[in-house]
C-alpha cells in the first residue's frame, strides 16, 4: 500500500491568508488528487494534480483560489488562497499508484481552520 | 450527474448481530463502487470493491444495478467494525470518487 504523508497535520490560519498543503508519497504514482472534506459534509474533488501541467480542476473550484503544483511523481502541493471561514475543512491528498488499479490510496489529510 | 447517498448517518447495532449499512446511487453509465472505511484515528482506506466480488474483514457487498444500491453487510458485527463507512463511486472520469455521507457505525460489546 502507498505512504502519503501530509503537511502540516492541522492549522489555524487568519483570514485573508493563505496556506499551502504539501503531499509526499513514497514512490512514483501515475495519479494525484486534493479532495475536500467540510465540516459534517462528504469528501469532494477539487482537482487532478497533473505532472508538469496545469492541474485539472471540478467544477466549483478554480485556480487562482486552489492553485496546485505537480513538480514531481511523488510531490504535489495545494494552496488555499484568500482564505475565509468557509474554508475551514480537512484537505486529503489521493493518488492512484499506475493505471489499470482502480485503489486510490489517501492521505492522513489537513485539518485548516480559518478563524 | 453522479451521486451517492448513504441514507444512514448513524448505525447501532450489538456485537455478534447482522448490519447493514446502505448506500444507493444514482450514474447514467457503469460505475465502479466501492466502500471505504475510516477507523478512529487513521485515514480513509479502501475496504472492498464491487468488482472484485470479495469478503474483506466479513463484509461483502453486491452491486444491483436493478436497485442501483450497492449495501455494506456482515452476518456477524464486532466491536472491532466500529468505524466511519463511506460508499464511492466512479464513472468515466478516472480517478474522480464522488463519495456519499458517510455512515457511522457503533458496534456495542
Known amino acids: 500500500s502507498a505512504v502519503i504523508s501530509q503537511k502540516p497535520s492541522r492549522d489555524i490560519c487568519q483570514r485573508g491568508t493563505s496556506l499551502t498543503i504539501q503531499c509526499q508519497v513514497d514512490s512514483q504514482v501515475t495519479m494525484m488528487f486534493w479532495y475536500r472534506q467540510q465540516p459534517g459534509q462528504s469528501l469532494t474533488l477539487i482537482a487532478t494534480a497533473n505532472q508538469g501541467s496545469e492541474a485539472t480542476y471540478e467544477s466549483g473550484f478554480v485556480i487562482d483560489k486552489f492553485p496546485i503544483s505537480r513538480p514531481n511523481l511523488t510531490f504535489s502541493t495545494l494552496t488555499v488562497s484568500n482564505m475565509s471561514p468557509e474554508d475551514s475543512s480537512i484537505y486529503l491528498c489521493s493518488v492512484i499508484y499506475h493505471q489499470g488499479t482502480d485503489t486510490q490510496y489517501f492521505g492522513p489529510g489537513t485539518r485548516l481552520t480559518v478563524l | 450527474?453522479?451521486?451517492?447517498?448513504?441514507?444512514?448517518?448513524?448505525?447501532?447495532?450489538?456485537?455478534?448481530?447482522?448490519?447493514?449499512?446502505?448506500?444507493?446511487?444514482?450514474?447514467?453509465?457503469?460505475?465502479?463502487?466501492?466502500?471505504?472505511?475510516?477507523?478512529?484515528?487513521?485515514?480513509?482506506?479502501?475496504?472492498?470493491?464491487?468488482?472484485?466480488?470479495?469478503?474483506?474483514?466479513?463484509?461483502?457487498?453486491?452491486?444491483?444495478?436493478?436497485?442501483?444500491?450497492?449495501?455494506?453487510?456482515?452476518?456477524?458485527?464486532?466491536e472491532e467494525d466500529s468505524a466511519m463507512y463511506y460508499c464511492a463511486l466512479r464513472g468515466t472520469s478516472y480517478g474522480k470518487l464522488t463519495f456519499g455521507q458517510g455512515t457511522i457505525l457503533t458496534v456495542h460489546p
Not at chain 2, 463502487?33 to 474483506?56: A, P, T
Open chain 2, 1 to 78: 450527474a453522479q451521486r451517492v447517498t448513504q441514507p444512514e448517518k448513524l448505525l447501532s447495532v450489538f456485537k455478534g448481530a447482522p448490519v447493514e449499512l446502505k448506500c444507493n446511487y444514482s450514474y447514467s453509465g457503469s460505475p465502479e463502487l466501492f466502500w471505504y472505511v475510516q477507523y478512529s484515528r487513521q485515514r480513509l482506506q479502501l475496504l472492498l470493491r464491487h468488482i472484485s466480488r470479495e469478503s474483506i474483514k466479513g463484509f461483502t457487498a453486491d452491486l444491483n444495478k436493478g436497485e442501483t444500491s450497492f449495501h455494506l453487510k456482515k452476518p456477524f458485527a464486532q
